[in-house]
C-alpha cells in the first residue's frame, strides 16, 4: 500500500480547504469506490508491489469447480508443496489459511486443501482443451495442481507459478476444502488487475497478450472481488507471495 503525505498547508490553504469541506466530503465517499474498480495502473507493478486483500472474520463466497476440476485425492503423489512439474512462468508462492467463520475463525487443522490452476499459456493439466496455441491434449498430466492438509495453524503452502489466462475469464486459482473428507467449501481466488497486467507484459507471458476481462466485469468475481482478492508482494524479476484467508463455515 502506498502512503502518500501531504505538506503543511498555509494560512491560506487552510481557509480555502474549510471553506471547502463539504464539497469534498461528497468526493471523499465517492473516491474508494472508484479506487476498487481501478486499483494501481500505475507501472510500478511490475518491479514491487504489495497489494492487501480482504482482512476480518467472514465466510469466503462459494464459486463454481469448473470447468476444468479433477480429483486426484486417490494419488498420493498428488500430495505434495511444489506442484509446477516443470511449467515454466514467475514464481509464486501461494499460502493459504483456513478458518472457522462460525467459530471467531478459529484455524481449522487436518483440513484437505485442492488447489489447480491454469498454466501460462491458459491450459489446465488432464483435459484436452482449445486456447491461442490450439489443442492441448493434457489428459493424464497433473501440472499445477495439488493438496495439502492443513496444520496446526489451519495453513498450507503451495509452491506455482503465476496463472495465466484463457478466454472469458479473468486471473484466478480455484480452492477446495475437505474437512473430516467432506467438501465444505468451493471457491477461487483473485489477484489484482494492474499485477495481472504488469505480468502479461513479461517476456515470459507477452506472446497471450493482455487479457480483456478485469475482475470488476468477471462472471465469477464481479460481485464478489473484495472477498476473493490475495494479499502479494513482490517483483517479476524475484517472483510472488501471495496470502489468502479462506473462511469455512462449519
Not at 484463457?166 to 494492474?194: C, M, W
Request: aromatic content about 10%; proline content about 3%; charged content about 15%.
Amino acid at each position: 500500500m502506498e502512503i502518500y503525505h501531504h505538506s503543511k498547508l498555509t494560512n491560506m490553504e487552510r481557509k480555502d480547504f474549510l471553506k471547502n469541506t463539504v464539497g469534498m466530503l461528497g468526493l471523499t465517499a465517492i473516491i474508494p469506490l472508484l479506487d476498487a474498480c481501478s486499483k494501481g495502473d500505475s507501472s510500478s507493478a511490475a518491479t514491487t508491489s504489495t497489494t492487501t486483500g480482504t482482512t476480518g472474520c467472514v465466510t469466503t463466497p462459494t464459486e463454481t469447480a469448473g470447468p476444468y476440476p479433477y480429483d486426484l485425492s486417490s494419488n498420493s503423489a498428488i500430495f505434495r508443496t511444489d506442484i509446477t512439474e516443470g511449467k515454466t512462468g514467475i514464481p509464486l508462492s501461494l499460502t493459504l489459511t483456513i478458518v472457522n467463520s462460525n467459530n471467531s475463525c478459529a484455524a481449522i487443522s487436518g483440513a484437505r486443501v485442492d488447489i489447480w490452476h491454469c498454466d501460462k499459456d491458459g491450459y489446465y493439466s488432464e483435459y484436452n482443451e482449445p486456447g491461442y496455441l490450439g489443442t492441448q491434449d493434457n489428459t493424464g498430466k497433473t501440472f499445477l495442481r495439488g493438496i495439502q492438509l492443513t496444520d496446526a495453524n489451519g495453513q498450507v503452502k503451495f509452491t506455482t507459478i503465476y496463472p495465466g489466462w484463457y478466454s472469458g475469464r479473468v486471473t484466478h486459482i480455484h480452492v477446495e476444502i475437505f474437512v473430516n473428507s467432506v467438501l465444505k467449501a468451493t471457491t477461487q481466488v483473485a489477484f489484482p488487475d494492474s499485477l495481472n497486467t504488469a505480468i502479461y507484459k513479461t517476456t515470459l507471458y507477452s506472446a497471450h497478450g493482455q487479457n480483456i476481462i478485469t475482475n470488476t466485469n468477471d462472471q465469477v468475481f464481479s460481485d464478489s472481488y473484495s472477498s476473493e482478492l490475495v494479499t502479494i508482494t513482490g517483483d517479476t524479476t524475484n517472483g510472488y507471495a501471495a496470502t489468502f484467508q479462506v473462511g469455512v463455515a462449519l
